[in-house]
T-cell receptor, first 114, second 117 residues
């Protein structure tokens, strides 16, 4: 079976500090990978998706970036955090080529920028 | 324009009763998928059920069923025999297009369901 991990679970960072959130998937190969952000009490906003190693597409221009250095590893980064970057960050994966394309989510990282 | 509308910010249901959570969608693409997710207070998004635009029958998964009315662009989630553990936020989502990598995935604002003992 497949498993998705995210860490850290919670993070408190000062404005202007760097960020690195990591996501890994086990039990499948060549998954599609996604980063979402959820503001408090709101729905999900897609930030980045990746269909393969080194292939990143951005949905929303911002001071965040993503990288996929390995097949099942997805990293969300920032050089300088803003207060508006606070939120709940969710990583997700889906089967490559599967028609339904349902996405499976990790446990999330709750980021507070102070 | 909102692609996914969930008009019920909050819903209450008595334990063991059935409940319907509303979802309407907007797309001009003939090929699309509709999904429901559950988000308990822990934050993890749990996939519940999927309905494809070309599926002739309504999807069912255990106590969950999706009431798909294509002409009305409606995809309501029905939960039968509610349990206390069903208390959570519920999100309706849509994927547009049949030949992509799932990046066109849009979520609604969610409905908070509270199951009363």
């Amino acid at each position: 079976s497949q498993t998705i991990h995210q860490w850290p679970a919670t993070l408190v960072q000062p404005v202007g500090s760097p960020l690195s959130l990591e996501c890994t998937v086990e039990g499948t190969s060549n998954p599609n990978l996604y980063w979402y952000r959820q503001a408090a009490g709101r729905g999900l906003q897609l930030l980045f998706y990746s269909v393969g190693i080194g292939q990143i597409s951005s949905e929303v221009p911002q001071n965040l970036s993503a990288s996929r250095p390995q097949d099942r590893q997805f990293i969300l980064s920032s050089k300088k955090l803003l207060l508006s970057d606070s939120g709940f960050y969710l990583c997700a994966w889906s089967f490559h080529g599967r028609q339904s394309y349902e996405q499976y989510f990790g446990p999330g990282t709750r980021l507070t920028v102070t | 324009a909102q692609k996914i509308t969930q008009t019920q910010p909050g819903m209450f249901v008595q334990e063991k009763e059935a409940v319907t959570l509303d979802c309407t969608y907007d797309t001009s693409d003939p090929s699309y998928g509709l999904f429901w997710y559950k988000q308990p207070s822990s934050g993890e998004m749990i996939f519940l059920i999927y309905q494809g635009s070309y599926d002739q029958q309504n999807a069912t998964e255990g106590r969950y069923s999706l009431n798909f009315q294509k002409a009305r662009k409606s995809a309501n989630l029905v939960i039968s025999a509610s349990q206390l553990g069903d208390s959570a936020m519920y999100f309706c989502a849509m994927r547009e297009g049949g030949d992509n990598y799932g990046q066109n995935f849009v979520f609604g604002p969610g409905t908070r369901l509270s199951v009363l003992p």
